[in-house]
């Protein structure tokens, strides 16, 4: 699984990924890309191109993102 796009719409933050059908996955976020705890953004997220919104994430600040299989 891998990030095929990534933009900002507004004040979302949308971002793309291919996943493989039949598995489950959860985006996650956080402020730090070292420390701190990863926040749930969606989780049981399932299909093979995914689109993911993160509403209102650019008024915030800096937000880092990854995508685990649950």
């Given at each position: 699984m891998r990030v095929t796009s990534a933009d900002r719409f507004g004040s979302d933050i949308r971002f793309n990924f291919k996943s493989v059908v039949g598995l489950s996955y959860r985006a996650e976020?956080?402020?730090d890309l070292v420390v701190?705890?990863?926040?749930t953004l969606r989780s049981c997220i399932v299909g093979s191109d995914v689109q993911v919104t993160d509403a209102g994430a650019v008024a915030p600040g800096q937000r880092f993102y990854q995508v685990v299989v649950e």
């Amino acid at each position: 699984m891998r990030v095929t796009s990534a933009d900002r719409f507004g004040s979302d933050i949308r971002f793309n990924f291919k996943s493989v059908v039949g598995l489950s996955y959860r985006a996650e976020y956080r402020a730090d890309l070292v420390v701190g705890t990863w926040q749930t953004l969606r989780s049981c997220i399932v299909g093979s191109d995914v689109q993911v919104t993160d509403a209102g994430a650019v008024a915030p600040g800096q937000r880092f993102y990854q995508v685990v299989v649950e």
